[in-house]
């Protein structure tokens, strides 16, 4: 069974600061997820990866499929940065495994 | 703005009420998901469909119905609902199955 796990459960950050999000899992996959929710509900797609690593304005998703780990960074944070981030890893097919998540909060 | 659009955002009902849950896409994606999402939880997996037709069901209770009457619309029976089943109900699609998925907003459920 595939376990994914998040560090850290939360964390609180002021504005500005570099921002690392970990995630873990223990079997073979053919893609992995990055996620953002904010409070209220909606889901954001941000990544999928399935090796090296991606960048999107302020957010960097790597991946390391040998050592089954990857990370969220965001650079220069900012309040409008404060979600909850999620790791959902893909097996095969449609089904995700999703980590517990990462409530994030960047204060002013 | 997503694009994948659910309605109606809050449903308060009773546990004998019948309501529906509604997702649509125009995307052109021919993949589409139900999630439950409890608080401070992750999303679960309970339907999948492909091409309108029904590729898994996460051993969901029959009082939830799915139904894809096509490429575009995704909807979510609901009948004698218990209070747990009060979550948020997440819609998602995607190009094909195992493609990323597009997240809805989702519809917050309340069983009174």
């Known amino acids: 069974k595939n376990e994914v796990e998040q560090s850290p459960q939360n964390l609180t950050a002021q504005e500005g600061e570099f921002i690392t999000i970990n995630c873990s899992y223990s079997?073979?996959?053919?893609?992995l997820h990055w996620l953002q929710q904010h409070p209220g509900g909606g889901i954001v797609s941000l990544f999928m990866?399935?090796?090296g690593k991606k960048k999107h304005g302020r957010l960097i998703a790597t991946i390391n499929i040998q050592e089954k780990h990857s990370s969220l960074h965001i650079t220069a944070s900012h309040p409008r940065d404060s979600a909850v981030y999620i790791c959902?890893?893909?097996?095969?097919?449609?089904?995700?495994?999703f980590g517990e998540g990462t409530q994030l909060t960047v204060n002013p | 703005d997503t694009e994948v659009t659910q309605t109606p955002k809050h449903l308060v009902m009773g546990m004998t009420n019948k309501k529906s849950l509604k997702c649509e896409q125009h995307?052109?994606?021919?993949?589409m998901y139900w999630y439950k999402q409890k608080a401070k939880k992750p999303p679960e997996l309970m339907f999948v469909?492909?091409?309108?037709?029904?590729?898994i069901n996460e051993s969901v209770p029959s009082r939830f119905s799915p139904e894809c009457p096509n490429s575009s619309l995704l909807n979510l029976h609901l009948h004698a609902l218990q209070p747990e089943d009060s979550a948020l109900y997440l819609c998602?699609?995607?190009?094909?199955?195992?493609?990323?998925?597009?997240f809805g907003d989702g519809t917050r459920l309340s069983i009174l």
């Open positions: 998602a699609s995607s190009q094909f199955l195992g493609q990323p998925q597009h």
């Open positions: 079997v073979g996959i053919s893609a």
């Open positions: 990866l399935s090796s």
């Open positions: 959902a890893t893909q097996t095969s097919g449609s089904r995700l495994t």
């Open positions: 995307m052109g994606h021919r993949a």
């Open positions: 469909y492909s091409y309108e037709k029904l590729s």
